[in-house]
């Protein structure tokens, strides 16, 4: 694919330009490195007003975000509410309470609001997606706790407010729309097949690697995950999207070149629905479907024009993606790192043995670490030392269990017992996984 160097120009414009409204010495800094990669030289003129275009479109992006309109939920904030609302997110189902997104009808009750809010309601009975309910309690802002600005966090997702125990119940359904119910329903029966197959903590761990489920991994064993800076292998990326364009592609090998593009950008955007939307997720999937359009249209597909054309589509929906969404800035600087730092990386670690893939864990968890180390550092105030070693052993592991517990799944429908042969073979890697955790885990605590 030839990159249109303007239209990546404007990209990186329209991300400075928000960049400008909360973090300026970062916007400035990286427009000053934009102008002198891609402005300078001939034509310089056009280049910088192309720049300075996309700048003020995000910055106006911006100002429209924050503008709150007179029937916002925001304005509701302190409030005993009485609404009716429609559940438009999948169900969060914990041990305890059960947290639903809602958005108001404009029936019924409080009267109709723009915004979504979270719910927090009785463990039982659990309501689903598209349902109607009738939610009585008293609307407040989500605050933050132990330094972590909740609020922040929910805006991302366009929740406003939230309603703790809170009083439900259901006067209707079918509100949503009937594809994402589909799509929630059919998750359901897999996670309730994989808890037939699997006992815990195995079976909350496969939901995990198949999908991106981590509500049932147990509190120590979660804890030895963040120590020894292991839990991406728990989280959906651009390793799963890759495997299903792969899977797609192989199951429809016998049509067109063309024909397996639709289906596999088809069943791509399933998936990112399927396993929950998170914002690497999502990058990965906008990712994903370019290389899988220019493959339609037979062009070279381009990494940077990919990462900066996801970043832009990801916050012209939504601006504050780009400063308060600690998963995507992450997920965007590793995919960088992989990118532009693993091939420095490359040719100085050609010492390093390739057997079992070892060269290249390090090289890519280094690769990834580099660019995103900053982030990781500030919002989580330390790195783990022990991850690149870590990764060595633990990551060859991941792709096994995955492929053993998808067709242990799979063959559970034809037979449960056969789904237990391959569920078997799982759970002897999975042991390994979490005693190779814990060993680093202890061995983390012990240097820092």
Same mark, same amino acid.
């Given at each position: =694919?030839?990159?249109?160097r303007g239209f990546v120009v404007f990209?990186?414009g329209?991300?400075?330009g928000?960049l400008l409204?909360d973090?300026?010495l970062i916007?400035v800094?990286?427009g000053?490195?934009?102008?002198?990669?891609?402005?300078r030289?001939?034509?310089?003129q056009?280049?910088?007003?192309?720049?300075?275009?996309?700048l003020?479109?995000?910055?106006?992006?911006?100002g429209?975000?924050?503008i709150?309109p007179?029937?916002?939920v925001?304005?509701m904030i302190?409030?005993?509410?009485?609404?009716?609302?429609c559940?438009?997110d999948e169900?969060?189902?914990?041990q305890s309470?059960?947290?639903y997104?809602? +958005?108001?009808?404009?029936?019924?009750?409080?009267a109709?609001?723009?915004?979504?809010?979270?719910?927090?309601a009785a463990?039982?009975?659990?309501?689903?997606?598209g349902d109607?309910?009738r939610?009585s309690?008293?609307?407040e802002?989500?605050?933050?706790?132990e330094?972590f600005?909740?609020?922040e966090?929910?805006e991302?997702?366009g929740?406003?407010g939230?309603?703790?125990s809170?009083?439900?119940?259901?006067v209707?359904?079918?509100?949503?729309?009937?594809?994402?119910e589909?799509?929630f329903?059919?998750k359901?029966v897999l996670?309730?097949?994989i808890?037939?197959?699997?006992?815990?903590?195995?079976s909350?761990?496969?939901?995990?690697?198949?999908?991106?489920?981590?509500k049932g991994?147990p509190?120590?064993?979660?804890?030895d995950?963040n120590e020894?800076?292991l839990t991406?292998?728990?989280?959906?990326s651009?390793y799963n999207?890759?495997?299903?364009?792969?899977?797609?592609?192989s =199951?429809?090998?016998?049509?067109s070149?063309?024909?397996?593009?639709?289906f596999?950008v088809?069943?791509v955007?399933v998936?990112v629905v399927?396993?929950?939307?998170?914002s690497?997720?999502?990058?990965?999937?906008?990712?994903?479907?370019c290389?899988?359009?220019?493959?339609?249209f037979?062009r070279k597909?381009?990494v940077?024009f990919?990462i900066?054309?996801?970043a832009?589509?990801?916050?012209?929906?939504?601006?504050?993606?780009?400063?308060a969404d600690?998963?995507f800035?992450?997920?965007?600087?590793?995919?960088?790192?992989?990118v532009?730092?693993?091939?420095w990386f490359e040719?100085r670690?050609?010492?390093?043995?390739?057997?079992?893939?070892i060269?290249?864990?390090?090289? =890519?968890t280094l +690769?990834?670490?580099t660019?995103?180390?900053p982030v990781i550092l500030k919002n989580?105030g330390?790195?783990?030392?022990i991850?690149?070693?870590a990764?060595v052993f633990v990551l060859?592991l991941?792709p096994?269990? =995955?492929?053993?517990s998808?067709?242990?799944?799979v063959?559970s429908?034809v037979s449960?017992g056969?789904?237990?042969?391959f569920?078997f073979?799982?759970y002897?890697v999975?042991?390994?996984?979490f005693?190779?955790v814990?060993v680093?885990?202890d061995?983390?605590?012990?240097?820092?």
């Amino acid at each position: =694919m030839v990159v249109n160097r303007g239209f990546v120009v404007f990209m990186i414009g329209f991300l400075v330009g928000i960049l400008l409204c909360d973090m300026f010495l970062i916007g400035v800094g990286l427009g000053a490195f934009v102008f002198w990669k891609f402005c300078r030289g001939d034509g310089w003129q056009w280049f910088l007003l192309i720049f300075v275009v996309g700048l003020v479109v995000g910055a106006v992006r911006v100002g429209i975000f924050e503008i709150v309109p007179e029937d916002d939920v925001r304005r509701m904030i302190g409030q005993d509410v009485d609404m009716e609302v429609c559940v438009n997110d999948e169900v969060d189902v914990r041990q305890s309470v059960v947290k639903y997104i809602v +958005s108001s009808t404009g029936e019924g009750g409080s009267a109709g609001f723009e915004g979504k809010v979270l719910v927090s309601a009785a463990r039982y009975p659990v309501y689903e997606y598209g349902d109607v309910l009738r939610v009585s309690g008293v609307l407040e802002e989500a605050g933050s706790f132990e330094g972590f600005d909740y609020g922040e966090y929910l805006e991302r997702f366009g929740v406003y407010g939230v309603v703790n125990s809170a009083v439900i119940r259901k006067v209707g359904d079918g509100c949503g729309w009937l594809g994402y119910e589909w799509i929630f329903r059919f998750k359901g029966v897999l996670e309730e097949r994989i808890s037939v197959v699997f006992p815990e903590p195995y079976s909350s761990m496969v939901a995990g690697l198949l999908l991106g489920s981590r509500k049932g991994i147990p509190p120590d064993l979660t804890l030895d995950f963040n120590e020894t800076g292991l839990t991406h292998i728990v989280a959906i990326s651009g390793y799963n999207i890759t495997l299903v364009i792969v899977i797609v592609f192989s =199951m429809f090998g016998f049509v067109s070149r063309r024909k397996r593009v639709v289906f596999a950008v088809t069943f791509v955007v399933v998936f990112v629905v399927l396993v929950g939307a998170s914002s690497a997720v999502v990058r990965a999937g906008i990712m994903g479907v370019c290389g899988l359009m220019a493959l339609y249209f037979g062009r070279k597909s381009e990494v940077l024009f990919s990462i900066l054309f996801a970043a832009f589509v990801m916050n012209l929906f939504n601006p504050r993606v780009l400063v308060a969404d600690v998963g995507f800035q992450l997920s965007f600087l590793a995919t960088l790192g992989l990118v532009y730092v693993a091939p420095w990386f490359e040719g100085r670690f050609l010492r390093l043995p390739a057997t079992f893939m070892i060269r290249e864990n390090i090289m =890519m968890t280094l +690769s990834a670490q580099t660019f995103a180390l900053p982030v990781i550092l500030k919002n989580f105030g330390r790195v783990s030392l022990i991850c690149p070693i870590a990764n060595v052993f633990v990551l060859p592991l991941i792709p096994i269990s =995955m492929i053993l517990s998808f067709l242990a799944v799979v063959l559970s429908f034809v037979s449960v017992g056969l789904g237990k042969v391959f569920a078997f073979g799982t759970y002897l890697v999975l042991d390994l996984v979490f005693f190779l955790v814990r060993v680093f885990a202890d061995l983390s605590r012990l240097i820092s």
